[in-house]
């Protein structure tokens, strides 16, 4: 399978996904990610709730058993993983090309 | 206060609730079908919320995620529906987030979503305006001259709405391609999952289908009565 037609992925998408590494509700995803970007990134909840519905679309999250059953909890899937490992090898190419130029 | 306002477009249908908000009205409640709108004077000095629009099929059961997702980053609904996929949301607090999307590319999906739908509309409208042509025809063979008017007529609005959503839908996709390439942002490519459409198109089928069924029973109810 080509995944690389879905990279480079947005901000926003990375650092949901790797806020999901751990499962969590939606709103805690949104606080997660600004957490993890130290604030930089905040993500509104529109932005956010299509986020959720695009992933679980392209099953690189999913919905998994909560206690309550009208907050849907999420969490990476190992395709999305992929994603996530595929894309990180991509930054790091980029950061060492930069250092590479003494950047 | 009542406003009636008609809008083709997300961003000057915002630009307007953000100069009521300004002036300090305050938005209470929609009708986007008879495009009305309740606004309440606020104090003066007192906070005066936002209103934004997301436009999204929510299915019932994702409605209290969905409406947890707004409210903790400030905003609450002011118009759902679960047969429309308009939703109107204000901003609970001086606290809110200043927007309920933070990037450009969930704007443009939210305006493609709607730019979509209008083309599979009038994809179904057109079938409807062929559909009535058979009645038409049948009408004008048995010489019924009620009938050829009413359908003959309902034809063409249903053309003239065909051709309008086709139009429109047409502009919202390419409207949001200008708004790309001029902030030069990247594009979101992860949109795949998008259920909106799906959803939407599989609601107007099933009024479709009842309002066919309708039609039939009132034909023949109509029918029995009059011999």
């Known amino acids: 399978m080509n995944r690389s037609k879905y990279l480079p992925l947005t901000?926003?998408?990375?650092?949901?996904?790797?806020?999901l590494l751990e499962p969590g509700h939606g709103y805690y995803i949104m606080q997660k990610v600004e957490e993890l970007?130290?604030?930089?990134?905040?993500?509104?909840?529109?932005?956010?709730?299509?986020?959720?519905?695009?992933?679980?679309?392209?099953?690189?999250?999913?919905?998994?058993?909560?206690?309550?059953?009208?907050?849907?909890?999420?969490?990476?899937?190992?395709?999305?993983?992929?994603?996530?490992?595929?894309?990180?090898?991509?930054?790091?190419?980029?950061?060492?090309?930069?250092?590479?130029?003494?950047? | 206060m009542k406003r009636f306002k008609a809008f083709f477009d997300f961003e000057k249908e915002e630009a307007w609730l953000d100069e009521m908000s300004e002036k300090g009205?305050?938005?209470?409640?929609?009708?986007?079908?008879?495009?009305?709108?309740t606004f309440t004077k606020v104090e003066e000095g007192e906070f005066c919320p936002k209103s934004r629009i997301d436009f999204r099929m929510v299915p019932g059961k994702d409605k209290v995620e969905y409406k947890e997702c707004f409210r903790g980053s400030g905003w609450e609904l002011v118009y759902s529906s679960n047969n429309a996929a308009q939703q109107y949301f204000r901003q609970i607090s001086p606290a809110a987030s200043d927007d309920i999307f933070s990037d450009k590319s969930s704007v443009v999906q939210r305006n493609k979503r709607l730019g979509r739908l209008m083309l599979v509309s009038s994809i179904i409208f057109s079938i409807i305006a062929m559909m009535q042509f058979v009645c038409l025809t049948d009408a004008i063979r048995n010489?019924?001259?009620?009938?050829?008017?009413?359908?003959?007529?309902?034809g063409i609005c249903l053309a003239g709405v065909a051709?309008?959503?086709?139009?429109?839908?047409?502009?919202?996709?390419?409207?949001?391609?200008?708004?790309?390439?001029?902030?030069?942002?990247?594009?979101?490519?992860?949109?795949?999952?998008?259920?909106?459409?799906?959803?939407?198109?599989?609601?107007?089928?099933?009024?479709?289908?009842?309002?066919?069924?309708?039609?039939?029973?009132?034909?023949?109810?109509?029918?029995?009565?009059?011999?």
């Open chain 1, 11 to 19: 901000e926003t998408t990375f650092y949901i996904l790797v806020a």
């Open chain 1, 37 to 103: 970007s130290g604030g930089d990134v905040r993500v509104a909840a529109g932005t956010m709730y299509g986020a959720i519905e695009n992933l679980l679309g392209l099953k690189w999250i999913k919905a998994v058993p909560g206690e309550d059953k009208r907050r849907k909890v999420y969490q990476i899937t190992e395709t999305g993983k992929e994603v996530l490992k595929e894309e990180s090898k991509r930054l790091k190419k980029l950061v060492d090309v930069a250092g590479k130029h003494s950047l």
């Open chain 2, 25 to 37: 009205y305050r938005l209470d409640s929609v009708n986007p079908w008879l495009c009305i709108y």
């Open chain 2, 143 to 154: 010489t019924d001259s009620f009938w050829t008017v009413f359908f003959t007529a309902f």
């Open chain 2, 163 to 227: 051709v309008v959503t086709l139009v429109a839908g047409n502009r919202f996709l390419s409207k949001d391609m200008k708004g790309l390439d001029a902030v030069v942002e990247q594009e979101d490519n992860t949109s795949a999952g998008d259920k909106t459409v799906r959803r939407m198109v599989g609601r107007m089928v099933v009024w479709l289908i009842i309002s066919v069924a309708a039609g039939f029973a009132v034909g023949s109810i109509v029918s029995l009565v009059t011999g």
